[in-house]
């Protein structure tokens, strides 16, 4: 049997518990918030699941980092399938073209990767 002592903070007419989270903080770039804010609102059994083991952090971080790697792979490949206008003669052109590609990739990791 596991004795576990709690201490409480006195707020008001209550007694808090002193919960502290085991994980650590960890740096959650722009696709691991959105994969947060899908999760709270829309996979809320998992979200708590999640948060309830240490867990989420470590969830987050891994879900940025993979779809990071994923834009950046499928950019490349969009790249050589349809060639960027040289940057020196068209560099609005060139801007527009890598935009339009990243954004391309970014669609596809957000549906398969963030909101599933």
Known sequence: MVNMELTY???????IPDLTLTEEETHI??????RKT?????????????MLSGKLNSHLAETDWTARESI???TAKLLE???APNKADDPMGWTGHMNSLR???EE???AELIYS
Request: glycine share 10%; net charge positive.
């Open 103 to 105: 954004h391309q990739a």
């Open 108 to 110: 596809t990791v957000l």
């Open 9 to 15: 903070t006195p707020k008001g007419d209550y007694l």
């Open 72 to 74: 950046e792979r499928i």
């Open 81 to 83: 399938n349809s060639p």
């Open 38 to 50: 899908y999760l709270k609102n829309h996979r809320k059994g998992m979200y708590a699941s999640l």
């Open 29 to 34: 770039g722009k696709y691991g918030m959105l």
